[in-house]
T-cell receptor
Framework: DAKTTQPPSMDCAEGRAANLPCNHSTISGNEYVYWYRQIHSQGPQYIIHGLKNNETNEMASLIITEDRKSSTLILPHATLRDTAVYYCIVRVETSGSRLTFGEGTQLTVNP | GAVVSQHPSWVICKSGTSVKIECRSLDFQATTMFWYRQFPKQSLMLMATSNEGSKATYEQGVEKDKFLINHASLTLSTLTVTSAHPEDSSFYIC????????????FGNGTRLTVT
């Protein structure tokens, strides 16, 4: 699975959009971009995933650059409950379903 | 949506004893489940892949005789930490893939193990 690079931490004001970047310059054509988050002392929670098109669901939007070497997770209106570690993971969807977690980004939403 | 239940959520045991952690998929069948371990301020580390009806596959450096995994049904996998020591104190998390869903892995809420 391709390696990803994320900033270790970010801050965001409550009610504003949180934009979390992820670099995956070695991504292969059949690898998907997945985002999970982990709130303190809980298990990770699936957020969204995509291959090359931008994706949106009730939690977030995923913007993937045209060359697929980077992506941005957007939380449109961050709340205090969005404070968590956000993990960007790149993998082939059928690679046994295993996920390899990097260090992620600690997002802190401030009141 | 799909739910993975993990039990217990926390456990304290004495050094030398064994502890069993259960992971259940509540509304889907999971032929494969995964066990992770997470130390404070660190990321999740995959320990092993649990396959229903067959032996688990362990990651390099994980002792299979210490961390016993059983996946006897399509909805239940168990991790037993045998002869636990204080260095085994950690946050253990299981996950399972819903084959009918959006190819996402669903995670339990973890088990906090403290060995005294």
């Amino acid at each position: 699975d391709a390696k990803t690079t994320q900033p270790p931490s970010m801050d965001c004001a409550e009610g504003r959009a949180a934009n979390l970047p992820c670099n995956h310059s070695t991504i292969s054509g059949n690898e998907y971009v997945y985002w999970y988050r982990q709130i303190h002392s809980q298990g990770p929670q699936y957020i969204i995933h995509g291959l090359k098109n931008n994706e949106t669901n009730e939690m977030a939007s995923l913007i993937i650059t045209e060359d697929r070497k980077s992506s941005t997770l957007i939380l449109p209106h961050a709340t205090l409950r969005d404070t968590a570690v956000y993990y960007c993971i790149v993998r082939v969807e059928t690679s046994g379903s295993r996920l390899t977690f990097g260090e992620g980004t600690q997002l802190t939403v401030n009141p | 949506g799909a739910v993975v239940s993990q039990h217990p959520s926390w456990v304290i045991c004495k050094s030398g004893t064994s502890v069993k952690i259960e992971c259940r998929s509540l509304d889907f069948q999971a032929t494969t489940m995964f066990w992770y371990r997470q130390f404070p301020k660190q990321s999740l580390m995959l320990m092993a892949t649990s396959n229903e009806g067959s032996k688990a596959t362990y990651e390099q450096g994980v002792e299979k005789d210490k961390f016993l995994i059983n996946h006897a049904s399509l909805t239940l996998s168990t991790l037993t930490v045998t002869s636990a020591h204080p260095e085994d104190s950690s946050f253990y998390i299981c996950s399972a893939r819903d084959p009918t869903g959006i190819q996402a892995l669903h995670f339990g809420n973890g088990t906090r193990l403290t060995v005294t």
